[in-house]
């Protein structure tokens, strides 16, 4: 068939089939009706083969190419995921994130390691000695929480503002709720922002994660230790207990994400290092994104219960429970979902599995 | 003569053995990503560059600063009736500008966020299907390693890889690609006043499809070079035609008016019957004029 010919027979669908690219731009490719879908998706046959044809019989640069792009967004088009919707999102925080996690759950294991060995040892030190605190928290965070946790403490008076420097932006007839909701979002921009920045810098072979763990280990570390030393350890650990559950947990699990990462490049097993790094890479980012939702969770309790006027009794019953409910979540939920994750076993995921079946067996 | 010679060559190395493309890796260094689709075609996308991804940035930088800017001013309204929440609020917001913004704008905008869209280029699977939730947020998570020493960490990644693909992309199995405009081939120039060549100069030789479309193509696009350049250039394919065709008439015709020979080698060979000349000669009728003017 002669060129001229081909393209004036084929132009008209050509052109169609631009309209309909144009018009699902504007429109919503689901609102089509079914057997427009079907008829569009058989053009994009039929223009794929011209671009085959064209190409086979070098039929020019200018063709190709507009070919090429016609097919390129169909391609786009009809290939494309199905979108997201609030039950993928349930799913996914109810089954997706604790099977994943525990099919990964050496790497948060590593991570705990990382994270709350050094916590413990620089709590112990510094606790016994307190004159070391200064050698990792700085001064004026000293004397910050000497006044927060001190005899004076806001914990005990809920009507006051907890340092100095929110004096500058609280007027003094805010109330304990809108106070409260301004430490709610700093901590979700702070907390979270570290969890996920210790996930992210996994990727340098893993050394940025495992320096943020180690970091925010000894340093709450410190903090913990330091505190209890001066007297005030009753008014610290009530107002920890009930948040540290899904905080510290979740930074474990974030730096446990972080540490698939740089695992994935170091040991990439049967895979190339690439390969192996988009695969595990796309299991750690769903693990990350769960441990940044339980911060999200973790800043709430954080701003709105833990600094409340409750008796120090029920904080520490309910921040028990709260350990428990993460326990339970994270080892079991989901647990009886016909979907399997992706589980790629390994060895090192041996002790983990253990874990798996006992809660199997228990529930 | 080379650049010709050339384009001629690799085009039709590419369309007789596309399939070279995939089993051995192609070393030179190209802006083509090709992937395969299920319909067994080829697709051609054409790679961003660093200096192009960094415009894009930089745009939404500003945007993202613009975001802040805003917020913070109607934050300060609010914040005379609830000075607390309003602080937690933009502190949202501003964890929301510094985590989600790239993940939100290209994991439900189809792979671009607005500088991306102004600067035409877009975010896909290096399988050539379009960016979703999990990719994106992976991609615009690892930014942060990548942005280490002004990006210097995901610059030198960038090319130190065939496809331009920083940490992030690497991670999420991403490519960023420019985006071309649809346009509607050029209509084939149509030649009235050029008579097809004497069947009695010429041998057998019958020049293939592919030369007939560079000849189609570089005349489409004479008016880019200078007049002398486009005369040499197209002296060199007039002379190595004249000679493979055996062309025997007016050899002043293949020196002095080069372009006019090749317009002549094509309307000799690409149109086989009078009729099919006819339905083009009055469906590209504007087209003459300009024809006419530039090939003297």
Not at chain 2, 133 to 162: H, K
């Amino acid at each position: 068939m002669n060129k001229h010919k081909f393209i004036q027979q084929r132009q008209p669908h050509w052109k169609q089939f631009e309209d309909f690219l144009m018009d699902v731009r504007r429109n919503s490719f689901a609102r089509l009706p079914a057997e427009e879908i079907s008829k569009y998706s058989q053009l994009l046959r039929e223009v794929s083969n011209d671009l085959a044809t064209i190409r086979s019989r070098g039929w020019g640069h200018d063709l190709i190419s507009y070919l090429n792009d016609l097919v390129a967004r169909g391609h786009n088009l009809f290939y494309g995921a199905p979108p997201a919707n609030l039950a993928g999102v349930y799913h996914y925080l109810a089954v997706g994130f604790p099977q994943l996690f525990r099919a990964n759950i050496g790497y948060f294991l590593t991570a705990c390691l990382l994270f709350f060995l050094p916590l413990g040892i620089s709590w112990y030190v510094v606790q016994n000695n307190p004159s070391l605190a200064t050698r990792v928290i700085p001064e004026e965070l000293m004397a910050n929480f000497d006044l927060m946790y001190g005899e004076e403490s806001p914990l005990n008076k809920e009507e006051e503002k907890i340092t100095d420097e929110e004096d500058a932006f609280l007027s003094k007839e805010s109330t304990f709720g809108d106070q409260r909701a301004s430490m709610a979002g700093f901590y979700i921009n702070h907390n979270v922002g570290i969890a996920l920045q210790c996930f992210a810098l996994g990727i340098l072979l893993g050394i940025g994660t495992i320096y943020t763990l180690l970091f925010n280990g000894i340093f709450l570390g410190a903090v913990s230790g330091y505190i209890v030393s001066q007297g005030n350890g009753e008014r610290f650990l009530s107002f920890v207990i009930s948040h540290g559950s899904f905080e510290l947990t979740a930074i474990a699990v974030a730096g446990g994400a972080g540490l698939m990462l740089g695992n994935a490049l170091i040991h990439p097993g049967q895979r190339t290092r690439f390969q192996s790094l988009q695969v595990r890479g796309l299991e750690a980012v769903q693990i990350a994104g769960g441990a940044a939702v339980m911060l999200v969770v973790a800043a709430l309790i954080e701003a709105f219960w833990s600094p409340s006027s409750i008796p120090n009794l029920v904080k520490y019953v309910v921040g028990s429970g709260l350990w428990i409910l993460v326990f339970i979540y994270l080892g079991f939920a989901g647990l009886q979902a016909d979907t399997q994750p992706l589980p790629v076993r390994k060895k090192e995921r041996s002790k983990p599995t253990e874990v798996g079946f006992n809660g199997g067996r228990k529930s | 003569m080379t650049s010709t010679l050339n384009s001629d060559e690799t085009a039709t190395n590419s369309v007789n053995f596309p399939q070279q493309n995939f089993s051995a890796q192609r070393e030179v260094l190209s802006l083509e990503m090709q992937i395969e689709t299920p319909e067994n075609v080829v697709l051609t996308y054409q790679l961003a560059g660093p200096a192009q991804r960094y415009i894009a940035y930089m745009i939404d930088l500003a945007i993202r600063l613009a975001i802040l800017f805003g917020a913070w001013m109607v934050i300060n309204m609010v914040g005379i009736v609830l000075p607390g929440t309003a602080i937690g609020i933009f502190l949202v917001i501003m964890f929301l500008n510094t985590w989600g913004y790239y993940t939100i704008s290209e994991g439900f905008f189809k792979g671009q966020s607005i500088g991306k869209h102004v600067c035409g280029l877009r975010v896909i699977r290096d399988g050539g299907y379009p960016i979703t939730f999990w990719p994106a947020l992976l991609r615009n998570l690892v930014r942060s390693a990548d942005a280490i020493i002004f990006y210097g960490i995901g610059i030198t990644t960038m090319l130190l890889t065939r496809r331009f693909q920083r940490l992030g992309d690497l991670v999420a199995g991403t490519v960023v690609i420019q985006e071309r405009s649809l346009h509607l081939p050029r209509k084939p120039v149509i030649l009235n006043k050029i008579q097809p060549l004497n069947k009695n100069d010429i041998g057998s030789f019958v020049p293939r499809d592919e030369v007939l479309s560079l000849i189609d193509e570089f005349m489409g696009r004479r008016h880019v070079l200078t007049y002398e350049r486009g005369h040499a250039l197209a002296g060199i394919l007039a002379n190595n035609l004249a000679q493979r065709l055996n062309y025997s008439g007016d050899p002043q015709k293949v020196k002095q008016y080069p372009m006019a020979f090749l317009a002549s080698v094509y309307k000799t060979f690409s149109f086989t019957h009078p009729q099919e000349e006819d339905e083009f000669a009055v469906s590209s009728h504007p087209r003459k004029q300009t024809v006419e003017v530039s090939l003297e």
